[in-house]
């Protein structure tokens, strides 16, 4: 089992940056694939972002050009950049990890709000 611990989140006017770690412990492993989903009030989860381990990167169009997903294997913390923030984007932002078929491990979440 993998523990995850996101943190960052908070209000920010719209136009604001805000950046989500996620760092991960306790198993260790080679090929993964780690995400970042988000689930709005009233809304399904769905996923924002994700990275292998191999650095493949996927966006969902919403956010495409505005967030960036990056991994610091060395802190075992992988990162979600958001730019440009709007309204729509406020959500309970979750990280996820990968290690075969399904994600099996999430973090606890933490709120992002954009609103001025």
């Known amino acids: 089992q993998v523990q995850l611990v996101e943190s960052g989140g908070g209000l920010v006017q719209p136009g604001g940056s805000l950046r989500l770690p996620c760092a991960a412990s306790g198993r260790t492993f080679r090929n993964y694939v780690m995400a970042w989903f988000r689930q709005a009030p009233g809304k399904e989860r769905g996923m924002v972002a994700f990275?292998?381990?191999?650095?493949?990167?996927y966006y969902t169009d919403s956010v495409k050009g505005r967030f960036t997903i990056a991994l610091d294997n060395a802190k075992n913390t992988v990162y979600l950049q958001m730019n440009s923030l709007k309204p729509e984007d406020t959500a309970v932002y979750y990280c996820?990890?990968?290690?075969?078929?399904?994600?099996?491990?999430w973090g606890q979440g933490t709120q992002v709000t954009v609103s001025s």
């Open positions: 996820a990890v990968r290690l075969g078929a399904t994600y099996n491990d």
């Open positions: 990275i292998s381990s191999g650095g493949t990167t």
